[in-house]
């Protein structure tokens, strides 16, 4: 992906960079202070060596020195043997400022990043969630955002640190010797050539390390998902084997980004050792023919390979870098998604709504396929118990999912209490309404946590209140915990009708001016779905009231029941009046009472 397409990344970065000007700031000054401190650590041995031991004249800068080396060598000796340890001492200490500083600005770019990218997550369709695996969006969360740590944060200073030691290295090689300094001139451009091989076949293989990476993930968070069906279909080996494939492939590439670093390293480490080779045999000679001096070899020979180093460092940065790139990309993808216009917040607050629902000629259809809505019109009056009855695909669920503002019709307006529900801020408009789904979704939390996630703020007396209203008070207080139990993941310890009170719990809990349904007892026993009703019928009072209906045994409690057919209003009515009629209700009513066919009416 070039680097114009990361657009929305690079702007978070430079954001948090320039939150960070501080920090970054000081780790910069631990930089140069190192690189100064690499710069000096050859050159007290090298006054030992030319200036005491050998009695070499010093420069004319530092002449007068001269006497106090040569009057008292064992003293000098001393003294210069432990400025190795103070530089030594000076160069961990800016190590230290700058690793320090480096890594918390590392840390909390993922913080940050995590968090926009969950928050960005919450804001996209559900389209894009029903196409994109889990498993594949909670590693881009994970494990993309953690490889660009070291890269965004402590690798832009490394860099930086490492470009100050070459470029010093450089100009002292120059000054030392300026035919000794064309050695390391000759060496450079294959080691920059070795780098940028290094960067683009890593880039390359860290995008499809990462892409399999992401596939792995989703296949284990989709089998554990579905691990009761698995089981009950004995398909356990099947999925060992579609998880050693996944697997095997993501290791095949593992396997081949090691490959591309280790063979990098080594040809790097070549170059340094000719390099080193070269600047021994030739200084070497210089020094016999009195040319340099020895001190002067060992300055040059330590610079040398010191200035290797940084190299060798910079294409490790090169593979770390590739793989951060391929990382930013997924992420981008991410970024780059607009959230549709059906979840964008903004907007009227609606306040207490009184539940007039109208559908104006609303024509859907969900991307890539036919229309599910055409036309459609109704109206809903405040305070109507109303009931969605139809075949599969008639589209039932639909019309809760456009009321929800999950989506967007194609043409056709819905209106509520007489506004566009566009005008609505999305999260003020869904807290006046109350969900209950034929899927009771539960989080892993505790059982007042869970009833208390429509309204937070509720105390513990109006949530046993709303669970008394709910039957499912006696429960709750049989449990080991009682409000305080936490229930396991979708609270699997629990029976389909305690969750589906629980259910109603919430929605009883938040007060809401409108109330969804989604068929709640579709999938209980009869004395379940006996509680959950008369919970239904105290939850529906003084309030308008949508069921989405699969079967019709209690469709005598609803004012109204609209038909549908194809994506339009086929018949409405109560439910004695469509019986009566012998229409479309009375087909689905009859084969239903003939054959117990619930999935007639889903």
């Not at 004319?60 to 190795?84: C, K, M, Q, Y």
């Not at 529900?421 to 539960?442: H, P, T, W």
Request: proline share 3%.
């Amino acid at each position: 992906m070039p680097q114009r397409k990361l657009r929305r990344f690079t702007a978070f970065l430079r954001g948090h960079l320039r939150a960070n000007l501080g920090p970054l700031a000081l780790g910069a000054v631990g930089i140069g202070g190192y690189a100064a401190a690499e710069l000096l650590a050859p050159w007290p041995l090298k006054v030992i060596l030319d200036h005491v031991l050998l009695q070499k004249p010093l420069p004319t800068l530092f002449h007068r020195l001269e006497g106090a080396l040569r009057s008292r060598p064992e003293f000098s000796i001393v003294l210069l043997s432990s400025a190795i340890l103070v530089i030594a001492a000076v160069k961990g200490g800016f190590a230290y400022l700058q690793v320090f500083l480096t890594s918390r600005i590392g840390y909390e770019l993922v913080h940050k990043l995590r968090q926009e990218l969950f928050r960005h997550l919450q804001r996209l369709s559900l389209s894009f969630h029903h196409g994109t695996r889990a498993g594949d969006l909670l590693a881009k969360i994970t494990s993309d955002t953690s490889v660009l740590k070291d890269v965004f944060a402590s690798g832009l200073l490394e860099l930086l640190g490492h470009a100050l030691t070459l470029a010093g290295m450089c100009a002292v090689l120059i000054v030392l010797n300026g035919r000794l300094a064309l050695i390391a001139a000759v060496t450079l451009p294959l080691l920059c050539w070795t780098i940028f091989t290094i960067y683009r076949r890593g880039k390359r293989s860290a995008r499809r390390q990462r892409e399999r990476e992401g596939r792995v993930a989703a296949h284990i968070g989709e089998v554990l998902h579905l691990t009761p069906l698995v089981r009950a279909f004995a398909r356990e080996r099947l999925e060992e084997e579609r998880f050693a494939k996944e697997s095997a492939e993501t290791l095949d590439e593992s396997i081949r980004t090691a490959r591309v670093e280790a063979a990098a390293s080594r040809t790097v480490e070549l170059v340094n050792a000719f390099g080193v080779w070269a600047a021994v045999l030739f200084g070497a000679l210089l020094a016999l023919w009195r040319e340099i001096t020895p001190g002067d070899l060992l300055v040059f020979s330590a610079y040398l390979s010191a200035m290797y180093k940084p190299l060798r460092h910079l294409a490790k940065l090169s593979t770390q870098f590739s793989k951060a790139m391929a990382s930013a990309e997924r992420i981008e993808q991410i970024l780059a998604t607009e959230a549709d216009d059906a979840n964008r917040v903004g907007g009227i607050d609606p306040g207490c709504l009184r539940g007039d629902i109208e559908f104006d000629n609303v024509t859907f259809s969900y991307p890539g396929g036919t229309p599910v809505l055409r036309n459609l019109s109704f109206r809903i009056l405040p305070g109507e118990h109303v009931a969605l009855a139809g075949g599969s695909g008639a589209g039932k669920s639909t019309i809760a999912n456009l009321l929800l503002r999950f989506y967007q019709p194609q043409s056709g307006v819905i209106r509520v209490d007489g506004k566009d529900i566009r005008e609505f801020d999305g999260e003020a408009y869904r807290r006046q309404i109350g969900l209950v789904m034929q899927d009771s979704l539960l989080f892993g939390a505790t059982v007042a946590e869970n009833l208390a996630y429509g309204k937070p703020e509720a105390t513990r007396a109006e949530i046993e209140n709303a669970a008394r209203w709910s039957a499912a008070h006696d429960f709750i207080a049989a449990l080991p915990n009682g409000y305080d139990t936490i229930l396991t993941e979708r609270a699997a310890t629990l029976s389909g009708g305690q969750r589906q009170r629980l259910c109603l719990t919430r929605a009883f809990l938040k007060r809401p001016s409108l109330l969804l349904l989604d068929e709640p007892t579709a999938a209980v026993d009869a004395e379940s779905a006996s509680l959950i009703h008369q919970s239904i019928a105290a939850l529906q009072r003084g309030r308008t009231a949508l069921m989405i209906a699969h079967h019709f045994t209690h469709m005598d409690q609803f004012d109204r029941v609209l038909v549908l057919r194809n994506g339009q209003l086929a018949e409405s009515g109560s439910h004695a009046e469509l019986l009566h009629r012998k229409g479309p209700y009375w087909e689905l009513f009859q084969l239903q009472q003939i054959h117990g066919m619930e999935a007639v009416a889903r």
